[in-house]
């Protein structure tokens, strides 16, 4: 997916490799598996990343309205957007 449009107009623009508007949200559970791992041996840069992949939601943040895109799969997301209190 190279590119979507936020609810706001904004065009997310995915196709240059890692973009600024994509992160990766990871369990804490994850997080602690891969420092048991990293203290009992080295991971290569290469296991690392698999082992990120493997427990992370994929999450596209609008640079203009700040709007959450959670990657559902098949195309689809969950969008959040700020609360006004």
Not at 36 to 53: H, N, T, V
Request: hydrophobic letters at 30%.
């Amino acid at each position: 997916m190279p590119k979507f449009s936020c609810v706001c107009g904004q065009i997310i623009n995915l196709s240059h490799g890692t973009s600024e508007s994509e992160y990766s949200m990871v369990a804490e559970r994850k997080i602690d598996e891969l420092g048991a791992a990293l203290a009992d041996r080295w991971l290569s840069e290469e296991e690392f990343y698999q082992q990120i992949g493997a427990g992370a939601t994929t999450v596209y943040r609008c640079n203009k309205c700040e709007r959450l895109h959670i990657d559902q799969g098949g195309g689809k997301f969950s969008s959040y957007t700020k609360e006004v209190r």
